[in-house]
């Protein structure tokens, strides 16, 4: 699928806000896939519809998470999970994007998960440090993020189980398996 129409498609799906970020994600991943020797297509393609699901309404993803026997602990932490998953369902059966390497790195775009591809991590990381985020600590992972991709992955997903622990907010167990198993791999 050619990038424009793929564009087309997901600008259908989200706000305008949203449409930025994701030219955001799409343009770092693209860098990414040629500075750690990822196949870009795959990479600008994932980027394009990894949030894809992410204004569809609650009940439906919930709807699908049951029918489509996805992890049913999902449905017990925070909804904003959902979309990763659930994308990677409708960007397949929706768009037809039939890919395993795209639609699973849109699937994990936000827990992570042990044992991460390439394109995996690239997305994960591309959607962290986009151009349009401005939070704290992003400037030094977008750093680590040219010379080192696990090392930033593994800041990333510190940052960001500070940030949720800081919130009292619950942390999805994948999410703690993704970053156990990046640590353990970095001490070997
Ligand atoms: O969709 P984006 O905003 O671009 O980014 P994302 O898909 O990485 O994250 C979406 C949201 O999911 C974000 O508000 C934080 C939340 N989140 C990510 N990991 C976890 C989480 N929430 C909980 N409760 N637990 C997690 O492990
Ligand atoms: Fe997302
Ligand atoms: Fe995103």
Redesign the pocket.
Known sequence: MKRDQALAIVKEQITQHRYQ?TLG?METAIILAERYGADAKKAELAAIF??YA?FRDKDEMKAIIEEQDMDPELLK??S??W??PVGAYLVEKEVGIKDSDIIDAIRY???GRPNMTLLEKII?LA??IEPGRHFPGVEEVREMAKSNLDRALIKSIRN??EF?MKKN????P??FHTYNDLVKKEAD
Not at 169 to 172: E, K, L, N
Request: negative net charge; without cysteine.
């Open positions: 970020h994600v990894h949030d992410k932490y925070n904003e999970l979309h990763a775009h936000t827990s994960y959607d962290y960001s189980i949720l907010q619950r942390i999805f994948l999410t």
